[in-house]
């Protein structure tokens, strides 16, 4: 049983478009997250959710909606797709809030062209 | 807010040990947590550390000093599946999420 799982993994789309990804957790857990990993392999902190209410909205395009209908699902939308939009995302999930040990999902590798 | 230092590359062989280390810059500090992230994979919880010393788990470590804000995580009897990027982590101020390191790309060859 995989503990997260995202739906794509792969995406490639064009400027412009919209967009989703999926993410679900079978850990029990609290809290989900999205990160973004750029091709440097940064990575940095987007949303994180908890018990289904948005705790953090870091300094993102208000292009980018998270939506969490359920503890276990953390979904992503991505409206009018830039070309900076392409990186590597990651939705993770933690049993509680303040845990340093989060669990992440495989990513979603989004190319936009 | 939270900054993190770490060196980017670090090369080594089968059988040594290697250091990664990591100062921070924090308002507020929780601990130190270290993830391992292999090529094409997600990055993986490795250790946490709170207080002060050094945890041990099988082949790696992890050490922290806070009045040095200062840590690191130290592997040993390295293997090549050990070739991978390390990121020290610390929570934001608010302990509400991770802010990661550049990360560390460990490279060895046998």
């Known amino acids: 049983d995989t503990a997260v799982s995202q739906t794509p993994k792969y995406l490639v789309t064009q400027m412009g478009n919209d967009k989703s990804i999926k993410c679900e957790q079978n850990?029990?857990?609290?809290?989900m997250y999205w990160y973004k990993q750029d091709s440097k392999k940064f990575l940095k902190i987007m949303f994180s959710?908890?018990?289904?209410?948005?705790?953090i909205n870091e300094t993102v395009p208000n292009r980018f909606s998270p939506k969490s209908p359920d503890k276990a699902h953390l979904n992503l939308h991505i409206n009018s797709l830039e070309l900076g939009d392409s990186a590597v995302y990651f939705c993770?999930?933690?049993?509680?809030?303040?845990?340093?040990?989060?669990?992440f999902g495989p990513g979603t590798r989004l190319t936009v062209t | 807010g939270q900054s993190l230092e770490q060196p980017s590359e670090v090369t080594a062989v089968e059988g040594a040990i290697v250091q990664i280390n990591c100062t921070y810059q924090?308002?507020?500090?929780?601990?130190l947590s270290w993830y391992q992230q292999h090529d094409g994979g997600a990055p993986t919880f490795l250790s946490y550390?709170?207080?002060?010393g050094l945890e041990e788990t099988g082949r790696f470590s992890s050490f922290l000093s806070r009045s040095d804000s200062y840590g690191y995580l130290l592997l040993q009897e390295l293997q090549m599946k050990d070739s991978a990027s390390y990121f020290c982590?610390?929570?934001?101020?608010?302990?509400?999420?991770?802010?990661f390191g550049k990360g560390t790309t460990l490279s060895v060859s046998s």
């Open positions: 993770a999930s933690s049993q509680v809030l303040e845990a340093d040990e989060q669990y």
């Open positions: 850990l029990g857990h609290d809290t």
């Open positions: 959710y908890n018990n289904k209410e948005l705790i």
């Open positions: 924090t308002s507020g500090f929780y601990g």
């Open positions: 550390n709170a207080l002060d």
């Open positions: 982590a610390v929570a934001n101020q608010a302990g509400t999420a991770l802010i």
